[in-house]
Nanobody, 127 residues
Framework: QVQLVESGGGLVQAGGSLRLSCAVS????????MGWFRQAPGKEREFVAA????????YYADSVKGRFTISRDNAKNTLYLQMNSLKPEDTAVYYC????????????????????WGQGTQVTVSP
């Protein structure tokens, strides 16, 4: 089992920044792929970014590439999402997700492939 707890959401003006955190606990982290997804009201949950816990390879949705950075701190067992140049369309509930043994990056953007999910944290970007 893996437990995920997000934090760091809030209200920010357009152009501002936020850093989301996801505390990871449970089994060993080797072999984990971690992801951030988001869900806006009335929309489906969509992929934002993913990272391999071992090695640190990163992957991004086109809509956030160049503005968001996913990273992890092995010593703190924490996943981060640094969000810069925020836009009103980034407003959503952001979820941390994890799965073991998903090595083909082709599948990182598909939410059905992730087994473990956090409870979500609200990010609101005002115009």
């Amino acid at each position: 089992q893996v437990q995920l707890v997000e934090s760091g959401g809030g209200l920010v003006q357009a152009g501002g920044s936020l850093r989301l955190s996801c505390a990871v606990s449970g089994r060993t982290f080797g072999g984990l792929t971690m992801g951030w997804f988001r869900q806006a009201p009335g929309k489906e949950r969509e992929f934002v970014a993913a990272i391999r816990w071992s090695g640190g390879s990163t992957y991004y949705a086109d809509s956030v590439k160049g503005r968001f950075t996913i990273s992890r701190d092995n010593a703190k067992n924490t996943l981060y999402l640094q969000m810069n140049s925020l836009k009103p369309e980034d407003t959503a509930v952001y979820y941390c997700a994890a799965v073991y043994a998903l090595t083909d990056s082709t599948y990182y953007a598909e939410r059905a492939n992730y087994r473990y999910w956090g409870q979500g944290t609200q990010v609101t970007v005002s115009p």
